[in-house]
């Protein structure tokens, strides 16, 4: 506030100065003086105007008429002490009156319509932003209310503002977006705090779960990049193993994400609350990978293509599954379109190829998938495909395509 006052109190005294230089620039009142001179001026106009008169002979009696005008002439001087008493009078009278009215009303309309209410709030709210990011810091960061969250980010962009090479700050205004769901807050900041500290794990790790959020598939893969550094460290945040459970439940890798979340029961142990919530969402990718679906059988397969193959993004992918011993004839199929990989399909007894032999009718299987370029599943020449070792039916499966006919 100390600045705002000197800024105020300059400004004031330059309107002041505006005000009063009228009156600085102003010299003697020279009124006296040229009324005598136009007075001097007449006098002798009207002593030539007399003299071609006289000489006309229109007028008699010049003499006469020259003493009343020299009469007039003295009749019209004003008396010094008047004029003196005006000059040093009205400056006075003018300026405190002026003076005063410009102070009083510069004042009275910034309190009116300046903010000062808006600045002085700014001001402790900026004040107020150690204890507000130590907040958001702690365990108990998501207490925030609504308002706190408002005032911090306010006094961190006020900060940023002027210490844009605070990663710290960008790391706080990141975590601010991702509470706020704001992807695109938080993606920035994340962005500014990851070129300025690229080793920093908390900073990877922050800027991994905003890509996260994004819908850009480009995002999502660097966010995988930066985990699976993240995961090659001598320690590694609990919170690196839930991002990657939770991209590949996404993605249906159900097995990679039962793994992930099975890393973090042996982190935290039995004991801790969230061991339960762990072992609900085992459960449910289970269900998905077709393990526990009531009292039919189905089969789920992580499908992996190796880096070799370019697969075109048109075909067809089929899935078929067999008899363990490798017989040609398919119990149960299902095409779907290429997408992306690694990828997790569920086949079941609806997929089954003969009513008389179900899917669920097999103690063990083998899958093989193929990717079918022309569309006509007779034909072969130039597909890529894969299979699978046997395994007992009810367990996943997966399978590498990595061969072509």
């Not at 005294?13 to 505006?18: E, I, K, P, T």
């Not at 410009?102 to 004042?107: D, E, G, M, P």
């Not at 920093?200 to 999502?220: P, W």
């Not at 009292?295 to 880096?307: R, T, W």
Request: proline share 4%; charged share 25%.
């Amino acid at each position: 506030m100390t600045l705002f006052w000197v800024a105020s109190v300059i400004l004031i005294v330059m309107s002041c100065l505006l005000v009063a230089l009228p009156f600085i620039r102003r010299t003697e009142n020279q009124d006296v003086r040229l009324r005598d001179e136009l007075n001097k001026a007449f006098y002798k106009d009207r002593l030539s105007e007399l003299a071609e008169e006289t000489d006309e002979g229109l007028v008699e009696n010049q003499q006469e008429l020259i003493d009343d005008l020299k009469q007039s002439l003295l009749d019209d001087i004003p008396t010094k002490e008047g004029g003196a008493d005006s000059v040093a009078i009205k400056p006075v009278w003018v300026l405190v009156p002026s003076f005063a009215l410009v102070i009083a009303l510069s004042y009275a309309m910034y309190f009116q319509f300046g903010g000062a209410n808006q600045v002085n709030e700014w001001q402790q709210v900026s004040a107020n932003l150690p204890a507000l990011s130590k907040k958001l810091m702690s365990p108990e960061g998501a207490s925030l209310s609504d308002d706190e969250m408002k005032d911090l980010t306010l006094a961190l962009r006020t900060r940023l503002h002027y210490q844009p090479d605070d990663s710290t700050g960008w790391l706080l205004l990141g975590r601010i977006g991702l509470a706020n769901r704001d992807v695109d807050t938080a993606i920035g900041a994340m962005k500014k705090a990851y070129r300025l500290e690229p080793e920093n794990t908390d900073v990877q790790l922050g800027y991994a779960q905003a890509l996260m959020l994004s819908q850009d598939e480009f995002d999502q893969n660097r966010a995988r990049t930066l985990l699976s550094e993240l995961v090659q460290q001598e320690y590694v945040d609990l919170r690196v193993f839930s991002l990657l459970a939770f991209d590949a439940y996404e993605r249906q890798d159900f097995p990679a994400a039962i793994r992930y979340w099975g890393v973090m029961q042996q982190m935290i142990g039995p004991d801790d609350s969230r061991y339960e919530m762990l072992s609900r969402s085992i459960d449910n990718a289970r269900k998905q990978m077709g393990q526990a679906i009531g009292n039919g059988q189905s089969v789920a397969v992580m499908i992996a293509l190796d880096p070799s193959v370019q697969a075109d993004p048109n075909a067809s992918l089929i899935v078929s599954v067999h008899s363990a011993d490798g017989a040609p004839m398919p119990v149960a199929a299902a095409r779907y379109p290429v997408g992306s990989f690694p990828r997790t399909v569920v086949l079941d007894d609806s997929n089954s190829m003969l009513e008389a032999r179900k899917l669920s009718s097999l103690d063990a299987l083998m899958v093989r998938v193929r990717i079918d370029s022309d569309g006509n599943v007779a034909t072969k020449a130039g597909d890529w495909f894969g299979e699978s070792e046997a395994v007992k039916i009810g367990e996943p499966v997966e399978v590498l395509i990595d061969k072509q006919y």
